[in-house]
């Protein structure tokens, strides 16, 4: 029976740390979204500046298109950035996640050399010939 219970804390730590690794690459995904996000609506304001401080226009035609291209410009950068504040959202919540993985696996690690401590205790007593103990769970 011991031997079994510490087969399963093994196999919950193994879990836990595959749970931690997926977690991880979710966390660095969702921060990688928004990071592109976020150069995506920067440069796309630069862009949108650019063409509104420009003055090479020859007529009103070339003044009217420089105009609609800002515009559409300032539109996408705007996009972007509420994307990059919803990716921003996401990426906490992944970030959050991991450190609720890492808390699990660490705790599980923890179990299991909890319970191969008290196993080779109990190993030691058989061998001495002491009577066994079991300890009181509250």
């Known amino acids: 029976m011991s031997r079994a219970r510490l ?3 093994l196999l919950i730590e193994r879990l836990r740390a595959a749970e931690y690794a997926h977690a991880a690459a979710d966390a660095k995904a969702a921060q990688s979204v928004r990071e592109k996000l976020e150069r995506l609506s920067e440069r796309t304001r630069t862009l949108a500046e650019l063409y ?10 070339d003044l009217a298109a420089a105009s609609i291209l ?28 991991l450190a609720q993985a890492d ?27 002491v009577p066994r103990r079991t300890p009181q769970r509250s």
């Open 52 to 61: 509104a401080i420009r003055d090479h226009a020859r007529d009103g035609a």
């Open 7 to 9: 087969r399963r804390a």
């Open 103 to 129: 808390r699990r696996r660490q705790r599980s690690a923890e179990d299991r050399r909890d319970l191969a401590a008290l196993l080779e205790q109990e190993r030691a007593a058989r061998e001495a010939g």
């Open 70 to 97: 800002g515009a559409h410009l300032r539109d996408i950068g705007r996009a972007a950035a509420v994307q990059a504040d919803s990716a921003r959202v996401t990426a906490e919540a992944r970030f959050a996640d």
